[in-house]
């Protein structure tokens, strides 16, 4: 836009500014505008003015014309004025002073403007001149105005682009019925961007997590072990697509109402916007474990939610079973199974044996030696047994060391921090402090096949975060091993193409059995690299696992943490969610929840 | 006390004496025959000697009684030198007092008889009967000799004498000039003598202060006028004016034109003003006078008297009209370095909540996105960046132009409206960043730049009226929200400055019929800021006019009150004589209206006067229990504050009757209160106010809630108060789910960070001597809007919290050197000490620590200087502070 003006002005320069007296200095911008004197000028002039309209029709843009084309009338002022008069303002624009501007005042304002415009940059139609009483209006007469020689004139404007509205108009939480704030955002991709950015600031336009859960007495074991496991979108999706796969043969009665209900509090959850009572769902629950109707004081009790937990997901992986009864369509399993291959091995009589086992979840065992998650896992997986060794006839202590074999989708950790003392006969609490991390590699517990097949992947996610913080990977050129060609291949494709696997991988709608062909198997691309995200923490408040309090902490799919103390959601910080490893009498993390992240080849 | 009998020592006896002197002197002998036996020898030579004198001057001899009676005198000239007890002649008279008054009576006159009556005039002192006031009667028919030759204490106590008898004889309407002679003796001694509080006592009661200026010297001037000053906030009117009439004369007199131009200031007489100019030749120390007339916030144009040189007129007018402001603001931001742009969860601080509370499920976006506007531009008022609305457009994530699109509607005025004050007092600025809303199609952000406009120039002149030019083609355009953005702007960058050309262009406004209602309430609000305190006839005409024409139904809206306060605001701090006619007219209104009209122009006429009668007249306002609908009584609270605020003890007093009246006053009277404590304390935060703001906080009546957050904010404004600053952010959590009192606790907070704790909203300047207009303009404006929080300013005009601005100040104290550039000198800044009556050269702060300059100043809080290498231009060290080197300074 500017540089078409620039034309327009540089013909009106061209015309006041016809011929200057030899020697006037032509470095100072503001004295090109000053008008040739009255002598000198007719010839030139008539001149120009006959050249001009050709020149300027062609050139000028539409809005401009009739401007330039009342120029001629100007012409006539110009000669009419037998005295010549000339004021010299100074202008101030932002922060700057233009000294000794000349005003001829024969000529309007307009022209004034474009001496402006050839200073300052500012388009006249954008210019306001404030002079005593008003702006200066662009067909004003000097005299009128009363201009003083030497006044100084303040101009406002600035050549940037104007405010416009965005596009899209924003809607507003207050726009939308009540019940759709919380799950339509989710769906409008604008609104999501709004979402994430007021969320950054705690503003948070609408909360963008889903409702919490009712307290109905005690239940908020049942609560948060709901809300953790409301969190693995895949078993969400398995279980919508449970009615359609019907009701298999070997799945019983309850169980079948079990998963119906679950499924129904998962729905039920994600529609509302205030906290879901989930009575339906605990009546089932209780019927179908009838330990969890346990009465004290007339008051249902409170309970483990490691048992809630292992229960629920046990009825799940019953009545998920596809019905093609294969291992393989186990839904439950394909997310959660961890199989692990154990030795076992007896030092007295030399005998080693080895099992298989699968398990939904791999305990953290806290001894005086555990700090750390990592230390307290390996401890979990040696063991020492009893049994009756065939060699010597008799029982003998076998040494049991386990090692993964395949990983799951999703790592469930639990933390064995309740024990049965038998000297006061009650379920005591281990209080101390086990750090986890937001990120849990869990190579060095592997198998070795499991680990040969973990290879690849690590380096090159190795490679990517490498990439992503800057640093060029040299060592997978130095290797110059098989990676060769991955390394070579254009790193942003596969990046995308892995995020975008990711991001498929959470989308409701996909089938879950797409999710267990992803999950064991490499074919489609994707692979398991042995790194575990944090994605849910239930924690457990107080001394012994029958009373105090279970509170949820789930991470949203936008990154936040949202903290379900049962009825009330709330947003947490990350920082905040490590904090929770105990050593205190505040929460404790107690089965805590891994998402694996894979990398596509 | 000394339990051992000293003989030579019977001043413990002496003292109970006096303490019991006009009881005693009705029995005095009983008492003198117990003493009888204690006197030592030369106690009782005296006495024998006295006992003489008395018998000779009964002598028929008149040279024995002449003789005795100079000996009587040299005795008590002799031992008037103790105050603490009464003199042993005195006291060994005292049974012959009766005696020597039947003498006198009985004398004829002669030089004798006026000698006796100096002697009776000064045994009188003890023995006279109260209210008698026998002493000044002897002493007028004494001799008249040099007063002060029998002691302070005679001359204290003919003084209260002359008091009584002044009185007296004006009812009665005698004439008093031999008292004025007596007087002028008086004056004289005290002012001598150190005694110049008890100068004036007597001159005031006399009511013939011309006569100080006689007796000021150089060394006495201060501590008089010091007096005279500080003692005019209890007068009642017209004398406190003439208090400082005088004062102003005795500090012209010494060439103290900083305080003379003070006391002008506070009478606002611009020909006092003017004379402060003409009087001063040091060009310098104009420019200091300069500074001071900025800070008071109201228009001055220098002329060639005031200052001969059109240059250096130039440079002072600059002065006057604040531009150098922004740049002072900026070099004590930096120099304190808060600089950094904060945003408003800097401020909500929602990480220091455990658990829920930051954002619950029920957040209303729109509503928090404006309480996020108004946080930010508090918060970052005059910084001239923020995070929201000043980043540049080009920023990848386009939040800049996209903040003014996440408000609703006419959220979008206040959004546009905040820049103006981000750039706080930087026209240049202001004027190129907002000018890109100027082009907007959408007329909330059209009006938001406009009232951004009027925001930007509070407080600035310029030759060039760039408000003016801006705003003035749009106060008639088609859209009220326009117009009202374009009215409200002049008022806020006008206010104070009385200019004719707004008045004939708002006044038609008022008198439209066509006008809705909104925009006639601004109009009025903008008439009454920019003529705040001129008591203008005319204007106040079109607002009565235009509250006549109001029907019915319109006078039931919640805007409607901007019209009595726009007439309220007029007459600011005038009193009574100017209010009367308008108070009068005010009767006739329509009912609905009438006693808040009344109330608005008493309260606002009598605004920082400290009347303790005004403030029982409301108070009695406040006790009526009313049926229901009428709403008077909450400006009737409001102006229980702004008539006492002006002095502590005022102040004090309206806080503990407010707790009375929130006790037993109605529910409406209860929702003004928390709003009354805040204009108290304003920007000083007082814990036993906190205290009763915080406890308000939770009522149960949420309008009363609302209210008292809002004072929390105003009376921890711009202080960071760290206090407060907790309670406000678990106010927070605790009303997280209700929207409107969650809006009310973040604009709170905003206020307590306001420009991040470097400014204040404190009307009081100058030692909290001088009140301006214009800021308490703003603050009564704000709070009257909160009187209906729900229509207002939760409702849509949100942005009448910008008319906050006007009371905006930096509470810095900045030295500069004689080319006004800053420099940094050692400070010492303590709290302030009431020096007033106290004799010698007292310590005015205590507490102190030692800064370098720029340092800020909290409410109560007092600088001085820590080195001698400079001189200040200003005894009040308070805003910009022109230093001069010290001529005598020598480095060590």
């Known amino acids: ?601 | 006390m000394a339990p051992v009998p000293d003989p030579n020592n019977v001043g413990g006896g002496a003292k109970r004496d006096e303490a019991t002197t006009k009881v005693a002197s009705k029995d005095p002998k009983k008492k003198d025959d117990k003493k009888e036996d204690d006197l030592s020898e030369e106690d009782l030579e005296l006495k024998q000697n006295l006992e003489l004198y008395v018998e000779r001057v009964q002598d028929p001899n008149p040279e024995l009684q002449k003789a005795a009676l100079e000996s009587m005198r040299q005795e008590i000239r002799a031992s008037t030198s103790s105050m603490t007890s009464v003199p042993k002649p005195l006291k060994f008279l005292r049974p012959h007092y009766g005696t020597l008054k039947e003498l006198h009576k009985n004398m004829a006159d002669s030089d004798l008889k006026k000698l006796l009556a100096d002697i009776l005039s000064v045994l009188a002192l003890t023995m006279s009967a109260e209210g008698e006031r026998e002493s000044l009667g002897y002493r007028l028919t004494g001799s008249g000799g040099d007063i002060g030759s029998w002691g302070h204490e005679y001359v204290r106590n003919l003084a209260g004498e002359i008091a009584e008898e002044y009185t007296m004889r004006q009812s009665e309407e005698a004439s008093v000039e031999d008292l004025m002679d007596l007087v002028k003796q008086i004056v004289a001694f005290h002012m001598k003598h150190n005694a110049e509080t008890e100068a004036v006592d007597l001159l005031m009661d006399v009511e013939d202060l011309d006569l100080l200026l006689a007796h000021v010297d150089r060394t006495n001037f201060r501590r008089t006028c010091n007096y005279l000053t500080s003692s005019a906030k209890f007068l009642p009117g017209p004398d406190d004016m003439l208090v400082l009439d005088i004062a102003y004369m005795i500090y012209m007199k010494f060439e103290e034109y900083p305080n003379a131009l003070q006391v002008a200031l506070f009478l606002d007489n611009m020909q006092y003003v003017k004379q402060v100019f003409t009087s001063c030749s040091d060009l310098l120390r104009k420019k200091q006078f300069c500074y001071m007339i900025s800070r008071h916030g109201i228009t001055v144009e220098l002329d060639s008297e005031m200052v001969a040189d059109k240059d250096d007129r130039d440079m002072l007018q600059d002065i006057v009209n604040n531009t150098k402001l922004s740049e002072g603001y900026l070099t004590l931001a930096r120099d304190i370095e808060v600089m950094e742009a904060k945003t408003p969860e800097d401020i909500y601080k929602a990480h220091l909540l455990d658990g829920r509370a930051s954002s619950g499920p029920s957040v209303d976006s729109a509503r928090q996105n404006l309480a996020a506007t108004f946080v930010n531009a508090f918060v970052n008022a005059g910084f001239g960046q923020d995070k929201l609305m000043t980043v540049p457009s080009d920023a990848a994530s386009g939040t800049a132009g996209n903040w003014l699109f996440k408000n609703k509607e006419h959220g979008k005025t206040s959004a546009a409206a905040s820049l103006g004050m981000i750039l706080l007092w930087d026209v240049d600025a202001g004027l190129t960043q907002l000018d890109k809303y100027f082009h907007s199609t959408d007329n909330p952000v059209l009006a938001g730049a406009l009232l951004g406009v009027g925001i930007n120039n509070c407080g600035i002149k310029s030759d060039c009226d760039p408000a003016l030019a801006l705003l003035g083609e749009y106060i008639d355009n088609e859209d009220s929200s326009v117009r009202i953005g374009a009215i409200m702007g002049l008022g806020i960058a006008y206010a104070g400055s009385q200019n004719d050309q707004l008045r004939s262009s708002l006044s038609p406004i008022l008198n439209d019929a066509k006008a809705p209602l909104d925009v006639i309430a601004f109009a009025a609000l903008s008439l009454g800021m920019i003529y705040v305190g001129s008591c203008n006839e005319e204007v106040a005409q079109s607002i009565i006019f235009a509250l006549m024409d109001r029907s019915e139904a319109q006078l039931g809206d919640a805007l409607t009150r901007f019209l009595p306060l726009g007439l309220g605001l007029l007459y600011l701090g005038k009193q009574q004589e100017s209010v009367e006619a308008t108070a009068e007219v005010s009767k006739t209104f329509n009912e609905k209206i009438r006693k808040y009209c009344d109330m608005t122009l008493l309260s606002c006429a009598y605004a920082g006067t400290g009347n303790v009668l005004k403030v029982q007249d409301l108070l009695a306002q406040c006790g009526e229990h009313l049926e229901k609908g009428d709403i008077h009584q909450g400006p009737a609270v409001l102006g229980i504050a702004m008539v006492a605020m002006s002095e502590e003890l005022g102040l004090d007093m309206a806080i503990r009757s407010l707790e009375r009246v929130l006790q037993y006053g109605e529910q409406n009277i209860r929702r003004a209160v928390p709003l009354a404590l805040g204009l108290l304390c304003i920007s000083n935060p007082k814990v036993n106010v906190m205290d009763t703001l915080s406890r308000l906080s939770h009522d149960t009546d949420s309008e009363v809630a609302m209210a008292a957050i809002i004072s929390l904010g105003l009376i921890g404004a711009g202080t960071n108060n760290a206090r407060i600053a907790g309670m406000l952010r678990n106010l927070s959590s605790y009303y997280y789910k209700d929207a409107s009192l969650l809006f009310c606790v973040r604009i709170a907070q905003g206020f307590v960070h306001m420009g991040k704790g470097l400014l204040t909203l404190s009307p009081f300047h100058s030692e909290r001597l001088l009140l301006s207009p214009t800021a308490l303009a703003g603050i009564v404006t704000l709070l009257h809007a909160c009187l209906d929080m729900k229509s207002i300013i939760l409702g849509k005009y949100h942005y009448v919290l910008y008319f906050i601005v006007l009371a905006m100040q930096p509470r810095m104290m900045l030295t500069v050197d004689e080319n006004l550039k800053p420099i940094s000198v050692p400070v010492r800044v303590g709290q302030a000490v009431d020096v007033v009556g106290q004799a010698g050269r007292p310590k005015t702060i205590t507490g102190f620590q030692t800064h370098s300059t720029p340092v800020l100043l909290a409410a109560g809080e007092r600088a001085e200087l820590a080195t001698d290498k400079y001189i200040p231009l200003s005894p009040i060290l308070e805003g910009f502070i022109i230093l001069k080197e010290n001529p005598d300074y020598r480095e060590e």
């Open chain 1, 1 to 601: 836009m500017g540089k078409k003006y620039e034309n327009v002005f540089e013909l009106l320069i061209e015309t006041t500014v016809y011929k200057k007296k030899p020697g006037r200095n032509r470095h100072d911008p503001t004295q090109r505008f000053v008008n040739p004197a009255p002598s000198k000028r007719k010839e030139p002039l008539t001149y120009d003015i006959s050249r001009r309209p050709s020149n300027s029709v062609e050139e000028e843009p539409k809005r401009n014309k009739n401007k330039l084309v009342s120029l001629p009338s100007l012409q006539a002022i110009k000669q009419e004025a037998s005295q010549f008069k000339m004021l010299t303002v100074s202008v101030k624009w932002q922060k700057k002073v233009f000294e000794g501007i000349e005003i001829d005042v024969s000529l309007p304002p307009y022209v004034f403007k474009a001496q402006l415009y050839d200073l300052t940059g500012v388009p006249p139609e954008r210019q306001k001149i404030m002079v005593k009483g008003g702006l200066l209006k662009d067909d004003a007469d000097w005299s009128s105005i009363g201009v003083k020689d030497g006044q100084k004139l303040m101009m406002m404007g600035t050549a940037d682009e104007i405010v416009k509205a965005p596009e899209k108009a924003i809607v507003f939480a207050e726009d939308l019925p009540e019940e759709e704030q919380a799950t339509n955002l989710n769906k409008l991709p604008r609104l999501v961007a709004v979402l994430q950015y007021t969320s950054r600031h705690t503003l948070s336009v609408c909360s963008g997590y889903s409702a919490g859960l009712v307290n109905l007495g005690n239940t908020c074991y049942m609560n948060s072990t709901v809300q953790c496991l409301k969190s693995v979108p895949e078993l969400k999706s398995a279980l919508s697509n449970y009615s359609l796969a019907g009701r298999s043969n070997d799945v019983d009665q309850t169980s079948h109402m079990l998963t119906v209900a679950t499924r129904e509090l998962f729905g039920d959850l994600d529609r509302s916007v205030n906290a879901v009572s989930p009575t339906q769902f605990w009546m089932v629950l209780r019927k179908k474990f009838p330990q969890f109707s346990q009465l004290q004081n007339g008051m249902h009790m409170q309970q483990d939610a490691e048992e809630c937990w292992t229960q629920l997901l046990y009825t799940l992986s019953q009545s998920l079973k596809a019905p093609t009864s294969s291992e393989d369509s186990d839904a439950v399993k394909a997310l959660f199974g961890v199989n692990l291959r154990s030795r076992v091995h007896c030092q007295e009589s030399g005998e080693e044996s080895s099992e298989t086992e699968s398990v939904y979840s791999l305990k953290c065992h806290i001894s005086h030696e555990v700090n750390h998650l990592h230390e307290g896992l390996k401890h979990g997986l040696k063991g020492e047994l009893e049994k009756t060794s065939p060699a010597l006839g008799r029982t003998a202590v076998y040494l049991k060391e386990s090692l993964i074999d395949s990983l799951p989708r999703y790592l469930t950790v639990q933390f064995v921090r309740f024990f049965w003392k038998r000297e006061t006969n009650q379920k005591a609490k281990i209080l101390r402090k086990v750090d986890y991390p937001l990120e849990l590699d869990i190579y060095d517990l592997c198998s070795e096949e499991l680990r040969k097949k973990l290879e690849a992947p690590r380096q090159k996610l190795r490679d990517e975060e490498g990439k992503k913080l800057g640093l060029q990977t040299k060592s997978s050129s130095k290797d110059g091993d098989v990676k060769m060609t991955d390394a070579e291949a254009p790193s942003n494709e596969s990046g995308e193409s892995s995020t975008a696997a990711q991001q498929e991988g959470t989308v409701s709608k996909t089938p879950f059995t797409w999710m267990i062909v992803c999950a064991s198997s490499s074919e489609k691309g994707t692979h398991m690299t042995g790194i575990y995200d944090l994605v849910s923490v239930l924690t457990h408040k107080g001394r012994s696992a029958d009373s105090g309090h279970y509170v949820a902490w789930v991470k949203q799919e936008s990154g936040k943490w949202i903290q379900y103390d049962d009825s009330y959601p709330s947003v947490q910080r990350e920082e905040d969610i490590t904090k929770l490893s105990g050593g205190g009498d505040w929460h404790m993390a107690y089965i805590i929840m891994y998402k694996a992240r894979f990398v596509s080849m």
